[in-house]
């Protein structure tokens, strides 16, 4: 498994945890910030499924 799907990984699940924790006290900012973090990581973790799928 490539490093850049586990960081991928780490990165969605930051995000998750801040958006929902921008939704529960009713933090905008914190939200955003959660969305966007998520969204690299997603980009993130299909970098090293690529990668993977490229190997021999």
Known sequence: MDEHRVKGTAKEIKGSVKD???????????????KIDKAAGKAE???GQAKDAVKP
Do not use: P
């Open 20 to 34: 929902a924790a921008g939704k529960v006290i009713g933090d905008d900012k914190l939200q955003a910030e959660g």
């Open 45 to 47: 973790k299909a970098y």
